[in-house]
Structures are given as C-alpha cells and as structure tokens.
C-alpha cells in the first residue's frame, strides 16, 4: 500500500498531470455554470479524450471535471437564479436573493468556500471510509427508499413561503409531473399525449429551467420602465476575508451539510438535488433564524454547495468498492474504468492501487484546486449582472434555449421549458412558489418505485406492515419523518403565542 | 368570488380529475402512484378552493404589470421557438436578440440604436454557436427550411 500510494504522489505531482487536472476543474466549471449542460454530459464528452492518456492521468482529468462542474453549477444559480445543474437547485433560495441585494461576491465566495470543504469532506470519506460505508448503502431497499422520499417531502413545509396549503398543492403537481413517461413498474406509458419524447420522461433540468428562469426573466420586465430593482455587483475590499470568517464560525452547518451530502451520495439513486435540498431544510430546521432564510442569508448557500459537493465524493464510494454508480456522473466514471480494464472492487485497491489512490488523492488536491478557482474568479464573474436588465432579459431567454435544447438535442424540450416557464410565472404570481413543484419532480420516481416495490414485496412476505414499519432504517426514517412535520407546527404555534404576547 | 387563489386551485383541481381519469386505461401498477398523487392534488386543492371561499380574499397579482412589454416578451418567446423550428437556431436567436434589445432599451437610460442591437446579438448568438457546435460538439437545432 505503502508503495502505492508513494506512485500516486509521483503522479499527482508530475507537472503534466497537475496541469491537466487543473484544466479539467476549470473546464468543468465553465461546463457547470451554462445551463444545460451538467456534468454528466462534460465526462460522457471527455471520456473518449482521456482514453489515449495513462489511466492515472484520465482519472485525475475526469475528477477535477467532476468537481468542477458540481460546482460551476452555483454560478448561474446564483447570479441569474437558474441552476448550472440540477444539483445547485437549492442554491438559488438563497443565492440569487443574495445577488439581488448586491451581495453576489458574498454568495459566490460563500459557495466556493463551502464547496472546497464539503468536497474534501466528501473525497476524504472516499479514501478512508470506503469499504464499511458501502456496505450500510446496501442495506436500502425499497421501503427505505421510499420513506427517504417521503423524508425529502417533508422540506415542502420549509420551501412553502406564505401558504403551506399552496406548498402542499405544489408538490402534488410536481409528484404528478414525475409520472409522466413509461412506468418504472408494469411499463404503462403515462400521460404523454402520443408524443414518443415523452417517453423517457421530462427531463428535470428542462423543467427546472423553465421554473426558476422564465418566471424570473418575465417579473424583470414586467415593472416599468425605471422601476425595476436594479441588481449591480461593485467590487468590496475585504468581502472575500470577512465570508470566509463568517463562515469558518460555524464549522456545525458545514459538516452537517457535508455528512448529508456524502450519505445521499453513497445512497445509490439519490443525487446532488436532493443532498442539497436536504441539506439546506437540516440547515433551515438548526438555524436560530429560521424567517430569514430564502431571504438571502449565506448560511442556505453554504448548506446547499457543501451538501452537493460533498455528494461527488460519496457517490463515488459505491462506485469504486461495489460498481454501483451513485449519481449519473459516477455511472460515467466507471465507463471511464472500464475502458483502462479496471473493475470496481477490492481488485482496485491492490491490483490497481497506484491508479486508484493516484485518483483518490488527486480528488482531494482537485477540491482545493476548485476552491481556489472559485474564490479569485468569483469577482470576476460576478460582473455579468452588471449588465442592464434590457441586454440580461434577452440573453438569459437565449441561454435557456441553448440548455433546454442540448440536454437531448430535442425541440420539444425547448417547448416543454416555455410552457412550464409560463406556467412557472403564473404560479409564482398566484402565490405558489416552484420549489415544492420541482421537489415533487425530483423525489417522484423515487418514491413511486419505493412504494409500489414496497407494496409487492408485502404482498410476497404476506404482510405490509412489517415491510413498511418493521425495518429499522425505516423506523429511524419514519421518525424523522414526524419530526420533520411536528417541529415547524410546534415553532409555528410557538411564533403565533409569542407574537400574541408581543401585541398584549 | 373568482380570485386568483380560486381559480388556481380549480385548474389544479380539474388536473387531479383529469389524471385520475386518464390512469384508469392503465394496469393496477402503472395506475397506482398517478392515482394516489391526483386523490392528493384533489384533497388540497379542494381545502383550499374551501378557505379561499370563506376567507374572501382580495388578491390582484398582476397589478403593476406593465403588458405593454410582458405580454410582446411572451409573445416573443413562442414566437422565437417557432422561429426555431422553421428557420433554424441561428438567425431565430439573431431577429430574437436584435429586436429585444432593441424594443427593451426603449425609454431606458442605455437606448440601444437597432444597428448596435443587431451587432451585439450577432456576436452573442456566433460565440456560443462557436462553443457549442465546435468545442462541446452540441448540434443547435437547423431549421425545416434551410439548413444553417
């Protein structure tokens, strides 16, 4: 092992292959931060590249991509409130609020920083902890798939803003969007009025450009001329130094978030979307200042950038020990494997070793790499909102034309974003905000494959009940669940005494 | 009173009947998710179509609306997928992007005249043309009458 892991250094530190690796943090960024194009889409592009490279080399390439693009997805999420990638959805609670106040530097310093440590959190795990954390992923089936749903669900009460009815009807619109497509049991083709693109489903990064873009590009040149909140980013001394303080002050929401991120990650299925998404209700639940959070407030960023980059490693943990890729991106890492002959096991360890830990390190030094990026580019790119509203409004349509048609190069995706854009606008105008509807899009298949395999294996086992509350990762999770649902009516009731008590 | 709560909620409403009945062509497995999610959407909506009566709440979410631009916007953007589909993604994004901001700049302190709009929208629409096509090797839609 010893000897091993002396080559990976001597890999690591080739200066070919640093330069590689940190071209391939960048190049993963810039592919992050255009929506439409994820990172799943930027490995399946270079995998073909990197096969003429020492496998070494190709796996540090690939993983600094990785990275890259986990984390370049904050940057639109951030300045134009439209997600990179599906993962940095729960970004843009926070972060465009941020943007709006002017404060875009202290989103994006916040996201870099945040993503530096869930993502070395996350590799970190990935090198040690691989093996045992493997095998408690395994012990998930169905009915803990589903009440992990069901727990993802329950952030609704935390996106609902205004009316929990309204969250609640949001998230039923989004679960029944989920639907739409072959079922996943029985293969019924569901609600896809005869077209045949529908088959596969709707594509979630589609929607959630319609939800979040549209809608916001038609509220910027709704007011009139002149009364627009205008949104500019100036350059501030000390913003950068005063963030990081900030958030090195509250070390408990950063490994929270990476915890959760990395769990989620090594759960196979489970994505980046729904390790933030988790992350940031956990964040939202914890915090003293639960109203200010949607508001803009750095602490929803934090929890959100740490979570999915903290994913990254986790879902890599399934992938190197067992074959099982954690995420759509994993699934491309292990095409990239196999074409050097690497198989995902304990052959990969010895057999393999100074390729395996050449990339384990390499992941470690490829987050720093990105948070240094992050952290010197950011006041860079944060000048982009500092174009007029006239020229952003227009441009920002463009941009999810681009990203809703190249996911699959289909026209029809490019509909399916208008219409759900304008769908998008008139919710938002009527009071339902697109969280809970996007949520409801994510966790649906999930759950539906939780419950209904759930329901056939109590059929076989000849008693639904021990399949759905007799198993003790569901106890746990059903618990959770409850509290989930009991602690913001029992802060709700608490808030409405207090105030009571205020006015006498 | 037709609020725009209530009518909301009757559109969410008449989508719950609408999935509840088309899930009944299909089999017990593939039926039962749709059905439970369009009983959910149905309940709520029905909860809330319920308050909204009784609460009587006047809402006007689109006061201070100016349709003079959100409603050519709208218009714009179905226009510019047509746009799309006819004559392919090229010129479509360049005749999107020169008349919008063109028509946006109007009356705003940084007018743009419609020769710098079109400009500008050329260099935006073949920059990103250039990165997709040549570097991402992302084919952008042609169009059914000419190939660009």
Known sequence: MAENILIAFQNIFNPMSFLLMILGVAGGIVVGALPGLTATMALALLVPFTFVMDAGVSLMVLGGVYVGAMYGGCISAILVNTPGTPASIATTFDGYPLTKKGKAEHALVTAAFSSGVGGVFGALVLLFLSPPLAKAALKFGPPEYFWLAVFG???????????????????????????????????????????????????????????????????????????????????????????????????????????????????????????????????????????????????????????????????????????????????????????????????????????????????????????????????????????????????????????????????????????????????????????????????????????????????????????????????????????????????????????????? | MLTSTTLSSLAFLIVAIAAWHMAGDLSELGSFFPRVIAVMLGVFSLTQLIISAIKNIKEKPFSGVESKRLIPMIIGIVAYLIAMILIGFVPSSILYLSFFFWFLSRGSDKDLSLLKSVTFAVLICGGFYAVFYYIFNVPLPEGLLFDW
């Open chain 1, 153 to 504: 669900l329950t952030i609704i009460a935390t996106l609902s803003t205004g009316s929990m009815l309204k969250g609640l009807m949001g998230g039923a619109f989004g679960l029944l969007l989920s639907t739409v497509g072959i079922s996943p049991i029985g293969g019924d083709m569901r609600f896809t009025f005869g077209f045949y693109q529908l088959q596969a489903g709707l594509e979630l990064i589609v929607v959630l450009i319609g939800f979040f873009c549209i809608p916001e590009v038609l509220c910027m040149i709704e007011k009139k001329v002149g009364s627009q909140d205008v949104i500019t980013y100036k350059p501030q001394k000390g913003v950068a130094k005063s963030v990081i303080l900030e958030l090195i002050k509250k070390p408990v929401l950063l490994i929270r978030s990476s915890i959760i991120g990395t769990f989620v990650g090594i759960v196979p299925g489970a994505g980046g979307n729904i390790a933030s998404l988790m992350a940031y209700n956990e964040a939202v639940r914890f915090s003293k200042e639960k109203e200010k959070f949607g508001t803009g407030i750095i602490d929803g960023v934090a929890a959100s950038e740490s979570s999915n980059n903290a994913e990254v490693g986790g879902s890599l943990v399934p992938l190197l020990t067992l074959g099982i890729p954690g995420a759509a991106p994993a699934a491309v890492m292990l095409g990239a494997l196999m074409i050097h002959g690497m198989r995902p096991g304990p052959e990969l360890y010895t057999t393999y070793g100074a390729v395996t830990y050449t990339f384990l390190f390499s992941f470690v030094l490829a987050n720093i790499v990105m948070f240094v990026l992050g952290f010197y580019g950011s006041r860079h790119v944060a000048r982009v909102i500092n174009l007029p509203f006239n020229q952003l409004a227009p441009i920002i349509v463009f941009l999810t034309i681009i990203g809703s048609y190249s996911i699959r190069n289909n026209i029809l995706d490019v509909g399916i974003m208008i219409f759900f854009g304008l769908i998008g606008y008139v919710t938002k105008k009527t009071g339902f905000q697109p969280g809970p509807i996007v949520l409801g899009l994510i966790l649906g298949p999930f759950a539906e494959n939780g419950l209904v395999q759930s329901m056939l294996m109590g059929k076989a086992e000849g008693s639904m009940f021990q399949v759905f509350f007799g198993r003790p990762i569901s106890i746990v999770l059903i618990i959770l669940c409850l509290v989930s649902v009991i602690l913001p009516i029992i802060a709700a009731i608490r808030n409405r005494k207090g105030g009571v008590k205020v006015a006498n």
